[in-house]
């Protein structure tokens, strides 16, 4: 090859990865490669965990926290100690097109990242609340408790990002300052919910009532040392390709589809709305 | 009978010793289900146990080392036939086909219900080792208290649990059995797939040996007897052919240049246009 535009060699770009919509390896890709200004801002220096499809996402994937074997030198990794595994895990580090470009080469089709950074890795940058409805509520459902809890964040004086899960819900985060620790986020989140759950029949707050049916849970509990939350613009392993698409607040109403934000639409969107996002570190006070 | 002695003789054939080269450790499961005995679930994975380490070698032409690759060539017209135009015959006769497609032929394999099903217990010895295909190392899948339970009381019996489980769109016989403080899931060959001897018209005119001839035959058997350790045997092939590579790497080797392919080259565009934006940044 003339030209060198990346250190990564592909490998089996017809692959069928989406087999429904019949989206190849090498649209992955691509789409990857489009997004990645966009990605690399929100994910660098994160330790990401992957889940790979490499027989495409209708056969089962297989969850990754530690750096995929044949791993390239110049791939950036950490070291971590793992409670649950009891040992170091080598976790992937993304701060460059070509280790995003390597991951999607791999089928790492699903990319998570911790609310917290490589250097504070106990004092998030993120709070999350995660909104989750429950059958049959629907989406439609996850949009207004979404709307409430912007209001409710808006009476605090904090200025809050939403994004689809890219599945039935909706993430919601705040970008603070690097001063609280896990526990202080995971509350803060919690009281939120408590509050919208008290004022609002649709909302439970609480993990113990996560499947009642027709109802939505602002989950509070990923607000924890190695949770993780699917990056912006990250796809999902949906049979419709869906992403975890950014969006502006004016854009989340009555009538929006998650399942229509997918690899084909998404490429196109030309907005930015989580641009700048930890040039806008909040601090938490609840008063 | 000397079952126990076999036993004893088998176990002792499991020295700690590492062979050279090193067994792979297994890193994921290939099968997650459970092992249903009646009413009773232990979730387990599949893991892999076996595996074939013979060298595989890549076909270059020889004048200016690149690799090459296989096409399918229709026989009458010579011409290059793509995926989309191939489908599967069956030959009923000599040139000959009935032709299926590949639904016709998916909708008839079986699913894999995520079970090992086991009908019953039985004696690891009593099954001939050639019924024996291949085999897994069954782990628990947050079930350690049952797996381990099953695990004991198997070595205690002395027993091993023979059912059934579909791994990919294929049913095979299998038992599971407590081997070096794991369990073991082998798959067997179905009856019908092995052939018998017997068939073999040569083998029914044997005659029977002149008393001084067997004599001899078992002095020699019980002179040479001993005791088996598969760490002795070595692929003598496969370290040699490993001393060459060694030697070749500090010499000359061959780069592989690779071609960019009309959708390698979609994906170049987009490198260099978000390469860009990257920059400008």
């Known amino acids: ?218 989950d509070y509990t990923q607000n924890s040392h190695g949770r993780t939350m699917v990056v912006p613009y990250g796809l999902r392993a949906t049979p419709e390709a869906t992403v975890s698409t950014p969006l502006e607040w004016m854009e989340v109403k009555k009538g929006l589809k998650s399942e229509e934000l997918n690899l084909f639409s998404v490429v196109k969107r030309k907005k930015d709305p989580w641009k700048g996002i930890f040039e806008n570190r909040q601090k938490l006070e609840v008063k | 009978m000397g079952k126990n002695l076999k036993t004893a003789t088998i176990v002792k054939q499991e020295t700690n010793q590492e062979p050279s080269p090193k067994a792979p450790v297994p890193k994921r499961p290939i099968w997650t289900g459970s092992l249903t005995i009646g009413l009773i679930n232990v979730p387990v994975k599949l893991y892999p146990m076996i595996y074939d380490r013979a060298f595989s070698f890549h076909f270059l032409h020889k004048t200016d080392g690149q690799p090459l690759r296989y096409e399918r060539v229709c026989t009458k017209d010579g011409k290059i036939v793509p995926w989309e135009e191939v489908v599967k015959g069956y030959e009923v006769a000599k040139k000959e086909f009935i032709i299926f497609d590949k639904k016709e032929l998916d909708a008839m394999k079986p699913e894999s219900d995520k079970r090992v099903r086991i009908d019953k217990f039985i004696d690891y010895f009593s099954i001939d080792p050639i019924y024996f295909q291949s085999s897994y190392i069954l782990m628990p899948d947050k079930s350690n208290d049952a797996y381990g339970l099953l695990l004991i009381a198997l070595q205690k019996k002395g027993k091993a649990c023979a059912g059934r489980i579909t791994l990919r769109t294929k049913e095979y016989p299998a038992i599971v059995h407590a081997y070096k403080d794991a369990l073991i899931l082998t798959t067997l060959r179905y009856s019908y797939d092995v052939a018998d001897p017997r068939a073999l018209e040569e083998l029914k005119q044997l005659k029977e040996p002149a008393k001084a001839e067997l004599d001899l035959a078992i002095k020699i058997i019980t002179d040479l007897s001993g005791e088996f350790d598969i760490t002795e045997y070595k692929d003598n092939y496969r370290e040699k052919v490993e001393e060459l590579i060694k030697k070749k790497l500090k010499g000359e080797k061959i780069v592989v240049e690779q071609p960019v392919k009309e959708e390698a080259k979609e994906l170049m565009a987009a490198l260099r246009e978000t390469l860009q934006q990257l920059e400008k940044k």
Not at chain 1, 190 to 215: C, M, Q, R, Y
Request: charged share 25%; proline share 6%; glycine share 4%.
């Open chain 1, 1 to 218: 090859m003339s030209e060198r535009l990346t250190k990564v060699d592909f490998s089996n770009l017809g692959k069928i990865l989406f087999p429904k919509r019949g989206i190849t390896k090498a649209q992955v890709i691509e789409y990857y490669i489009k997004l990645a200004p966009r990605m690399l801002e929100i994910m660098s220096d994160r330790p990401i965990v992957l889940t790979r499809y490499p027989d495409g996402v209708e056969q089962k994937g297989f969850y990754e926290k530690d750096a995929p074997q044949g791993l390239p030198s110049w791939v950036q990794t950490v070291k971590i100690y793992s409670e649950t595994a009891k040992r170091d895990v080598n976790y992937v580090i993304v701060n460059d097109l070509d280790t995003l470009v390597w991951l999607a080469n791999l089928a790492a089709i699903e990319i998570h990242m911790p609310l917290s950074c490589v250097e504070a890795r106990e004092k998030p940058d993120l709070v999350l609340f995660d909104i989750d409805p429950e059958p049959p509520a629907t989406f439609e459902e996850g949009i207004t408790v979404a709307l409430l809890l912007k209001e409710k964040l808006d009476q605090l004086g904090l200025k809050s990002y939403v994004k689809t899960s890219g599945k039935k819900g909706l993430h919601i985060v705040v970008p603070i300052q690097r001063n609280y620790p896990y526990y202080t986020t995971r509350e803060f989140a919690h009281l939120i919910g408590k509050h919208l759950a008290k004022e609002t029949e649709l909302v439970v707050s609480e993990f113990a009532d996560t499947k009642k049916p027709n109802k939505v849970f602002v």
